[in-house]
């Protein structure tokens, strides 16, 4: 009896230190995990991590990598993929019609982002709308979430977590 490895895909910028933890945090339990992005690497990853760098960069990229996109998705199979950020990742996740995804919702993406324009309220709209499953980081964004696309019914809270090397759990006598 075999195990399959399980794949994980995600799809955020390599220049955030919250996409690094993510991605280094779960290449130690076992998965095979992929981070995919159009930024240059600022911190240290993972060797495990398998990063496939995408070709263009910048506001133009989110258009212009959506075919690449959609053929690495194709190659990769992956059994789960999390697109971080509703406005520029969202965007290349929608317009690269991947079928299934977690879109994860960090706040200037939902708080500033859609009140640029009525196009820009319209693109948030768009990509909330396209993604399986969307996630938040606190109670409060998920509520700003609920305020732009009502039919938001079920968002998950992924708060960042602690630190255990730090803190420790203790228990009550």
């Known amino acids: 009896m075999s195990s399959k490895l399980v794949k994980l895909v995600f799809i955020a910028p390599a220049s955030v230190v919250h996409t690094v933890k993510w991605v280094n945090g779960l290449i130690n339990y076992g998965f095979e995990v ?14 495990q991590v398998i990063i496939h760098q995408l070709p263009y960069r910048g506001g133009k990229g989110y258009v212009l990598n959506a075919l690449p996109l959609h053929r ?6 992956p059994d789960v993929v999390n697109v971080h950020y509703a406005s520029g990742y969202g965007t290349l996740a929608s317009l690269a019609n991947i079928p299934e995804y977690t879109l994860s919702i960090w706040g200037s993406d939902v708080y500033e982002f ?19 499953k969307l996630a938040s980081t606190s109670h409060a964004m ?6 732009l696309f009502p ?3 079920n968002i998950a809270i992924t708060p960042f977590g602690v630190n255990l090397e730090q803190f420790s759990a203790t228990t009550k006598a």
């Open 151 to 153: 039919e938001a019914n």
């Open 142 to 147: 998920a509520q700003q979430v609920r305020q």
């Open 114 to 132: 859609p009140y640029k324009s009525v196009f820009h309220k319209w693109l948030i709209k768009r990509n909330l709308k396209s993604a399986t």
């Open 72 to 77: 690495l998705i194709q190659s990769i199979n």
């Open 34 to 47: 992929h981070l995919i992005t159009q930024h240059k690497l600022q911190e240290p990853i993972n060797s």
